[in-house]
């Protein structure tokens, strides 16, 4: 499989040998392809990541003294009107006086990945609006009262602190590579079997002693220099058509595979 990797960049017919490989090993490539691709959105994912944290320090740094009493929010100053403070990633609102809603919080959100609101009776967390975060959350925002127990301690010294202190957990990037690792490779593998179907009828078209299982198997490694080449335009920009990419560079790459198929493995007329 080693070789077969090295002769994908563009020893191409090569890679014919593929059709003998295990089912097994086609399949476990098919994974290190998809990793390969989900690398650009795993980056910015960890960049995201990174705003956040920047921006929640500067929101932090801003943010004045208030403690929790009898289930409000109460500032030490008493004369404290709130504020709205935005960055790249967050737009942050304090409202001790409850002069905006739950709503006005996620309305606020244009642009930005997260919109939060300390107002006078809740804590309220709006997130963009994906299949994904409904499917999980059933909304794309969280209200907690400050009835809850575990606001109950809540104060601006203590989330100054919490975001001056904390950093980012390796396993949030790993659940992040992996969260995308999964479309990554349900995509790509759906590109591959669209490839192989073009690739049979070149095969059909050829008379060529090429099943449509050992096609899959050199389409999977024509699709490696695609794949890569992708990847490095998403780290670029995400505005690119990869599946269209990656299909027609593979059936081109797989056309210079059995261009020069010895005679005797054709089929007779």
Avoid at 85 to 108: M, V
Avoid at 173 to 180: D, G, K, P, Q, W
Avoid at 258 to 265: D, N, R, V
Wanted: charged fraction near 15%.
């Amino acid at each position: 499989m080693l070789h077969l990797m090295k002769s994908s960049f563009f020893q191409f017919r090569e890679l014919l040998a593929a059709k003998k490989l295990a089912f097994g090993k086609v399949i476990g490539y098919i994974f290190i392809l998809g990793a390969i691709l989900t690398l650009p959105l795993a980056y910015k994912v960890s960049s995201v990541f990174h705003d956040i944290q920047h921006d929640g320090q500067k929101i932090a740094a801003k943010l004045p003294d208030f403690t929790i009493e009898k289930n409000q929010l109460q500032p030490a100053d008493a004369k404290e009107k709130g504020f709205i403070y935005q960055t790249d990633s967050i737009i942050f609102t304090f409202d001790p006086q409850g002069k905006r809603t739950a709503k006005d919080i996620t309305t606020d959100m244009v642009g930005n990945f997260l919109s939060i609101g300390l107002l006078k009776d809740d804590l309220v967390v709006a997130m963009p609006s994906t299949g994904a975060s409904s499917a999980l959350l059933g909304d794309n925002q969280i209200v907690i009262p400050y009835s809850e127990a575990s606001l109950a301690s809540l104060s601006g010294s203590h989330i100054r602190d919490y975001l001056q202190d904390t950093k980012i957990p390796w396993w949030m990037y790993l659940i992040a590579f992996l969260v995308s690792l999964y479309p990554s490779v349900v995509n790509l593998l759906v590109t591959l079997l669209f490839a192989t179907l073009g690739a049979t009828l070149q095969t059909k078209m050829r008379r060529l002693k090429l099943s449509s299982f050992e096609n899959f198997k050199i389409v999977v490694f024509a699709a490696t220099l695609p794949v890569i080449l992708t990847a490095i335009i998403h780290f670029v920009t995400m505005n690119f058509d990869a599946t269209m990419f990656i299909l027609i560079a593979t059936l081109f790459i797989f056309n210079q595979v059995i261009k020069k198929i010895p005679q005797e493995e054709q089929k007779s007329n």
